[in-house]
């Protein structure tokens, strides 16, 4: 479980997160949802220590993250696993060599031991048999997959996913969604997602948390954003006519 | 004032380039990966300008000796001396500030504006030991090859020069290298291009490595770390010198 509390942050004099607090539970889809410039990847960036908090605590698992020496958190961050907006794959390496990276850096594994690791990510990722292409000569999707690939090659017990459907078409949007779902309820990871794409929210999120004003305005379920009547929350995830009209008959249906 | 707040953060960074690499088998592989891209791939370059460098400062020398006091050796002995002591460490080392500096800075400038540096750093990788440390003692390692290289390839061309144009005999040629030999002056070459290498790799890396933005950004980041180790390069000459020399 990772806890945030109290959590500011400001850029200079603009002031991005205000007093931020939120759980994010083990074995579920955590997901941070919220208009652009709100302040949700900062959030995200502050939970995993590439942004210093101003104010507050964040704790992975009781473990208070902001207040811990370096080398500890290099330790606590090898039980991370992120999948970045723009994939950040290593484009000098091929994807067997990104995916046994971090195993190779960390692990005491033979290199047969890590081959059938990658192997195993791959297959979980459905691109096995892909180990010698470069990043450059896969597509959006499969990139991302790679990414993904790379994430769990570890084990993670936290999973961190920044806009994983961002520039993918809607079908490749649904597999990815998929396999983060399958991979959280797998291996019990506390997975946290941050993304703009509703159809995601709605279909895998178990946590909803939405930033609004550098603030976390609003915390439910799947079932309770359909619910409520919160007016920024609903002209958000509900802005469009389509949308509306598909509130109204999950509503019904609730 | 910006100028005081970016030196404290170099040595800030240096600080924690220097820090035990988290796998050493891992860093020496980079290591030998970097000597590859930094040191042999800037052979050819080198040894162009070398052989050049060592043709024209032959021809000069020779050309504007036009007094018979002054013996025909003494324009071996001023190419040596020139070669040595100042344009293969300098003038290569300035031609490697372009090369290598740009490639350097621009290589991790990439990596932080598509994210892969935040990559390395979730990991748990100590992502300027992982990325700079190996090209620093690559640099510190091989940049004194290529300056040996290039020291005798400039002998060479000068060689060569005289004899095509009969200026000057082999015989004397050969004697004015090897009169007034010192070995301190070889020493004297090989620190300042240690000190080069390090300053243009650590510099360029500084620049990389601190890059916002985008693809502009990269190229920016680039160009400024051409010219300000160009600068440093000058400066650190200067004192060198006058350590080594004026002593």
């Given at each position: ?14 002031n ?28 995200a960036?502050?939970?995993v ?35 970045f ?62 990414a ?85 929350i ?14 109204e008959n999950?509503?019904k249906?609730? | 004032?910006k ?14 380039v ?7 088998k ?17 052979l ?8 050049f ?10 050309s ?71 090209k ?9 090859i ?22 000057s005999?082999?015989d ?43 693809a ?32």
């Amino acid at each position: 479980m990772i806890e945030v509390k109290n959590v500011s942050k400001s850029f200079g004099k603009h002031n991005v997160l205000n007093d931020v607090s939120a759980s994010f539970e083990k074995g579920k889809v955590n997901v941070i949802i919220g208009a652009s410039g709100q302040g949700k990847s900062v959030l995200a960036k502050c939970i995993v220590g590439l942004h210093e908090v101003d104010n507050g605590h964040i704790e992975f698992d009781k473990r208070d993250f902001v207040n811990m020496p370096s080398t500890e958190r290099r330790e606590l961050r090898k039980e991370i696993g992120m999948l970045f907006q723009g994939s950040a794959l290593f484009d000098s390496m091929t994807v067997e060599e990104n995916i046994v990276f971090p195993l190779t850096m960390f692990s005491k594994f033979t290199k047969k031991e890590m081959l059938d690791r990658v192997n195993f990510c791959l297959e979980r990722v459905n691109l096995a048999g892909r180990n010698n292409l470069f990043p450059a000569e896969c597509s959006g999707g499969m990139q991302k997959r790679i990414a993904i690939a790379r994430a769990i090659a570890m084990n993670p017990k936290y999973l961190f996913c920044d806009e994983p459907n961002s520039g993918l078409d809607p079908q490749t949007s649904i597999l990815i969604d998929n396999l983060i779902r399958e991979i959280t309820y797998e291996f019990n990871t506390t997975t946290i997602v941050i993304t703009h794409d509703m159809n995601s929210v709605i279909e895998i999120g178990d946590n909803i948390n939405f930033i609004y004003e550098g603030k976390n305005w609003w915390q439910g379920t799947s079932k309770e954003i359909v619910k409520t009547d919160n007016p920024e929350i609903v002209n958000f995830v509900f802005a469009s006519e389509f949308m509306k009209k598909i509130r109204e008959n999950l509503r019904k249906d609730l | 004032m910006k100028i005081v707040s970016q030196l404290g953060k170099y040595f800030m960074m240096l600080w924690i380039v220097f820090s035990k690499p988290d796998k050493f088998k891992v860093f020496w592989k980079r290591t030998f990966e970097e000597i590859q891209l930094i040191g042999i791939n800037s052979l050819p370059i080198v040894a162009l300008m070398s052989v050049f460098m060592g043709a024209v400062i032959a021809l000069q020398t020779a050309s504007n000796m036009d007094t018979p006091w002054l013996p025909e050796y003494t324009i071996g002995y001023i190419t040596r001396s020139s070669t040595i002591l100042e344009f293969s460490p300098t003038i290569i080392s300035l031609i490697l500030a372009g090369k290598v500096g740009s490639n350097v800075s621009s290589e991790i400038g990439m990596m932080r504006v598509t994210e892969q540096i935040d990559a390395l750093e979730i990991m748990g990788v100590n992502s300027l030991t992982y990325l700079v440390l190996p090209k620093i003692t690559a640099a510190i390692v091989f940049f004194p090859i290529l300056i040996m290289f290039s020291m005798g390839l400039s002998l060479l061309g000068g060689w060569i020069s005289l004899i095509a144009s009969g200026l000057s005999s082999t015989d004397s040629y050969v004697f004015g290298l090897r009169s007034f030999f010192k070995v301190s002056d070889i020493t004297y070459a090989l620190s300042k291009t240690v000190v080069f290498g390090f300053l243009i790799v650590s510099i360029s890396s500084f620049y990389g490595y601190y890059t916002r933005g985008g693809a502009l950004d990269v190229g920016k980041s680039s160009t400024q770390a051409v010219v300000s180790s160009s600068i440093a390069i000058l400066l650190a000459n200067f004192f060198i010198t006058q350590m080594f020399l004026l002593k």
